[in-house]
């Protein structure tokens, strides 16, 4: 009896043996498991787990601070920026979605239904209106409505509003580069990209904001332009006046310095304000001195006339026969404007009065392998590289794919496109003395009130003979003194330049429009000492479509104006100074 129950407790006390292993067994599988889950959490995952903490009570906003100013030659202002408040909202806190919504689209001017449903998205944060206006943001901000709240922002400002858009281009909301210089120079401009950190607290509630980008924003670079204001107003108010006086589709203008290749102006009419450019259809923005490839027509005549010369083939007072006014070129008959009947003239004289069929005598003289190389030498075919995004590279065939045609269409301006930019620098390598430079608009860099980069004056190539220049600008004289350029003439300068009027290749019927021209003049003075070369190209004008008449009195007006600016003195006034030396 007594041995069972020895047996009995023996047996009990083995079995609560079992159970408090089996129990601690638990407790420490249960300790393990719970410490490796907050070893997971609080060392392996724990900049996860912050992320994600800090995700749920903070936002972020970038904010884009401290654009770099654009200038003039003269440090005058073209682009820069202005202080500007954008407005958020926190849908949690909003008390009363329906009024806040109401209320949010009346005094920033929105769409009722667009802020409802920003409102009711349930978000921590979401943009209402960017860069608002001060009063719209005054107004609001009495309101004191609960879940609104402010941003400080800088919104890029164009003083001058339409000037030199077409140069400046303009920026997009975030200030972004989309067009012009300050697509061009973005990564210099741009500022600095900031972290705006709005923090809630567990209730998702607005405790305060971090990050004033005033004061944590470094300086960028400042960008200088060859530009200058006054002769950009010169050239855009005379081209603006005559493309509205003759009801033109279009026009532009260039001023440029034939010894350094910096642009002095660059005008396009029609013209756009960049401080609210989505007003206006995309092709307002575009820079048509640059990316707008036509054929230009007679104003090219005197590249072909200085690849002649400049070649030893004939000389100004050599003569050609030019067919009483129609030549045939295989089944092809080619006449003069204005059905003109010249027979013989001299080289000068073919440019003088503008000869088309007088032109092809040249040209043929010199044979496309000996003119092609001439274009390609004076940069046709292919872009100039100025600093400005979207340059066309014009048209110009290589010389295999050149037609029985092509020779004679080339001699005066046909079967070839160039932007006005290459019309202009070509020109300007007639009238320096035979050397290419390539155009620009960047003068310098700045950074902090210092230069940090001047643009170097390029090394320039040569293209013709200081000789050959010398004599094709007595040739361009005549056609400004006696010839087809007369309302070009400057008073008290010798001025030298030719005209242009182009028909425009209809490209539906793949023929040459009867009504639609292209008039031009591209000229420089003083002719002997040139300080500006100047062209002015006007797309389908109506009451008249001649060069001489439409583009010729624009040159002048610049001109005039231009030269008394930069205080080049006049004929008189030279002669004068001599005197008095």
Known sequence: MTRSRKKIRGDARSSLKIRLLGVSAIFLIYWAGLTTRLFYLQ??????????????????????????????????????????????????????????????????????????????SGKHFVWIKRKAPLDEVERLRRRQLAGIGFVSEQRRFYPKRELAAGVL??????????????????????????????????????????????????????????????????????LKAQVEKYGAKSGV????????????????????????????????????????AIEPGSIFKPVVASAVIDAGVAGPNDIFFCENGNFKIGRVSIGEAANHKFGWLSLKAIIKNSSNIGAIKMAQA??????FPYLKQFGFGEKTGIDLPGEASGFLRDLPRWSALSLASISFGHEISATPIQMATATSAIANGGTFYLPRVTRAIVKDGKVVKTAEK?????????????????????????????????????????????????????????????????????????????????????KSTWGGVVAAPVFREITKEVLRYLNVPSSEERVYIMDRA
């Not at 820069?80 to 958020?88: A, F, G, H, K, L």
């Not at 926190?90 to 929105?110: S, V, Y």
């Not at 003979?465 to 400004?480: A, C, D, F, G």
């Not at 420089?524 to 000492?529: E, G, L, N, V």
């Open 169 to 238: 281009g303009f920026v997009g909301l975030d200030n972004q580069g989309l067009a012009g210089v300050e697509h061009h120079h973005h990564s210099l401009l741009k500022g600095t990209t900031l972290r705006r950190v709005i923090e809630k607290d567990a209730r998702g509630r607005t405790i305060h904001s971090l990050d004033d980008p005033r004061k944590q924003h470094s300086p960028s670079h400042d960008v200088v332009l060859t530009l200058d204001e006054v002769i950009q107003f010169t050239a855009e108010h005379h």
């Open 366 to 371: 010199l044979g496309d392998k000996g003119l």
């Open 458 to 542: 390029p090394k320039g190539r040569r293209v013709i003979s200081e000789r050959t220049s010398r004599q094709v600008i007595e040739i361009l004289k005549s056609v400004v003194k006696d010839g087809t350029g007369k309302a070009a003439a400057v008073p008290g300068y010798d001025t030298a330049g030719k005209t242009g009027t182009a028909q425009k290749f209809d490209t539906e019927s793949q023929t040459y429009s009867t009504t639609d021209y292209v008039s031009s003049f591209v000229g420089f003075a003083p002719a002997d000492a040139p300080r500006i070369v100047v062209l002015v190209m006007i797309d389908s004008p109506r």
């Open 253 to 292: 203008a260039v001023v440029m310095d034939p010894h350094s290749g910096e642009i002095y102006a660059m005008a396009n009419v029609p013209q756009f304000n960049p401080n609210n450019y989505a007003a206006y259809p995309p092709r307002m923005w575009e820079n048509r001195v640059v990316s707008g």
């Open 43 to 120: 060392i392996v995952k724990h900049d996860d787990l912050v992320a994600l903490s800090e995700k749920q009570y903070a936002r972020t906003a970038k904010i884009y601070y401290g654009r770099g100013v654009i200038y003039d030659r003269n440090q005058n202002e073209l682009a820069r920026n202005i202080e500007m408040e954008s407005v958020y909202i926190t849908p949690p806190e909003i008390t009363d979605p329906a009024q806040t919504a109401r209320t949010l689209a009346k005094l920033l001017q929105l769409n009722e239904k667009d802020v409802s449903r920003k409102v009711a």
